[in-house]
Nanobody, 120 residues
Framework: QVELVESGGALVQPGGSLRLSCAASGFPFTSYHMRWTRQPPGKERELVAV????????NYVDSVKGRFTISRDNAKNTMYLQMNSLKPEDTAVYFC?????????????WGQGTQVTVSS
């Protein structure tokens, strides 16, 4: 079964850093684009960053460009999000997700999310 498990969320002061991890299993991780998405309290989910299957191409929402870095270790079936210069508006539940073809159907899989709170 497809499973995504996020970890690394915490309470951090503005300007601080965190590294989130997403452990993937149940599908050929190396063949898929992966995403980080976040949901601030009371708001809709927002796509934050995308990484290609090989890690060669990375894209970010403008609000995190230059501060966040998405990466992946295909040998470990793990994706990361390095978050620097954190701002209060970065406070959200962060999810990893991917569109996966399984049993002849394509669907979006989500992890349970990890809470990031940026506050002094």
């Amino acid at each position: 079964q497809v499973e995504l498990v996020e970890s690394g969320g915490a309470l951090v002061q503005p300007g601080g850093s965190l590294r989130l991890s997403c452990a993937a299993s149940g599908f050929p991780f190396t063949s898929y684009h992966m995403r980080w998405t976040r949901q601030p309290p009371g708001k809709e989910r927002e796509l934050v960053a995308v990484i290609s299957s090989t890690g060669n191409i990375k894209n970010y929402v403008d609000s995190v460009k230059g501060r966040f870095t998405i990466s992946r270790d295909n040998a470990k079936n793990t994706m990361y999000l390095q978050m620097n210069s954190l701002k209060p508006e970065d406070t959200a539940v962060y999810f990893c997700n991917a569109d996966v073809l399984t049993s002849g159907n394509l669907r979006t899989y989500w992890g349970q999310g990890t809470q990031v709170t940026v506050s002094s």
